[in-house]
């Protein structure tokens, strides 16, 4: 066994949200090169919101995960990733890797409260995932036939949340080289919501259509999915500054991390179409 493949086999990293969309992910891709996952969500007794669940969840681990359920960038969120990650590291969790947003300029105090820890950090920025077309409220207007989202007709490089976790993982499992760093993730190309629902339309041979509103009308389709209000508040006060074009433009750390290019959104959708995911 080389001495990468031991080190691998002997961490434990604990992944919080280990059933939500990227932490899932993160867990299965750490499980693959013998990392052994502990997960972190509040069907195991953790949660963010108690402070109380927190040490049972890292006591004894190597490395942890953190993704915040709400948002990077959300009330709140900088003091609980900071606390969270000061506790970490008083357990001996020394290497963190924390999933912050790119382009969100109120995700930045909680990389700083990370920083601040005193822990080996590793932030990755990623923005909008291509599962959001298939998992989620997304997806079910999808199913329904028409997409309505407060994007315009802004483009984006979609990024597969598996390469989101494979880079997680690389940087727990590499964590000198990635410790102190920042890698932002995103995939190969550019596309508009109208470009993108044209694609899955094509691969599922469904009529399906795309109708931008303005972001401050895109609240009470929040609250109608579930979204509590004040929620549903930030969240349409950061459609309107991250759909702004600010990431309309490609970023490598997909390719310097893992030696490759990210995978492409049309890959994406001809797995899930031959899935059946957005079957009416």
């Keep these: 066994m080389t001495d990468e493949a031991k080190r691998t086999k002997d961490?434990?990293?604990?992944?919080?949200?280990?059933?939500?969309?990227?932490?899932?992910r993160v867990a299965r891709a750490a499980e693959a090169v013998g990392t052994t996952?502990?997960?972190a969500s509040r069907a195991t007794g953790f949660d963010w919101t108690d402070r109380s669940t927190w040490e049972r969840a890292l006591r004894g681990a190597d490395a942890a995960y953190l993704a915040?359920?709400?948002?990077?960038?959300?009330?709140?969120?900088?003091?609980?990733?900071?606390e969270l990650a000061r506790v970490a590291v008083g357990l001996g969790v020394r290497r963190l890797v924390l999933l912050s947003a790119r382009g969100e300029d109120s995700a930045l105090p909680t990389e700083e409260a990370l920083r601040a820890s005193g822990a080996e950090w590793t932030v990755v920025r990623a923005a909008w995932f291509a599962q959001n077309f298939?998992?989620?409220?997304?997806?079910?207007?999808?199913?329904?036939?028409?997409l309505v989202f407060p994007a315009g007709e802004v483009a984006e490089p979609f990024v597969d949340v598996r390469d989101i976790a494979e880079v997680v993982v690389a940087a727990v499992r590499d964590g000198e080289r990635y410790a102190g760093r920042t890698l932002t993730v995103?995939?190969?190309?550019?596309?508009?919501w109208r470009e993108a629902v044209a694609e899955i339309a094509a691969a599922t041979g469904r009529t399906l259509t795309y109708r931008p509103v303005p972001a401050h009308d895109y609240g009470e389709a929040l609250v109608g999915?579930?979204?509590?209000?004040?929620?549903?508040?930030?969240?349409?006060?950061?459609?309107?500054?991250?759909?702004?074009?600010?990431?309309?433009h490609l970023e490598d750390g997909v390719r310097q991390v893992l030696g490759r290019e990210?995978?492409?959104f049309s890959a994406f959708v001809a797995e899930e179409a031959a899935a059946g995911v957005w079957k009416a």
Aim: hydrophobic share 35%.
């Design 262 to 264: 990210p995978r492409d």
């Design 225 to 248: 999915f579930g979204v509590p209000a004040e929620e549903a508040a930030f969240l349409t006060g950061l459609f309107g500054t991250l759909l702004d074009g600010r990431n309309a």
């Design 37 to 39: 996952v502990r997960a």
């Design 186 to 192: 995103t995939g190969p190309r550019l596309l508009t």
């Design 11 to 24: 961490t434990t990293l604990v992944v919080t949200g280990a059933s939500g969309r990227t932490g899932s």
């Design 134 to 146: 298939s998992e989620g409220p997304l997806a079910d207007e999808l199913r329904r036939g028409e």
């Design 68 to 82: 915040h359920p709400v948002d990077v960038g959300a009330p709140g969120t900088a003091e609980a990733v900071g």
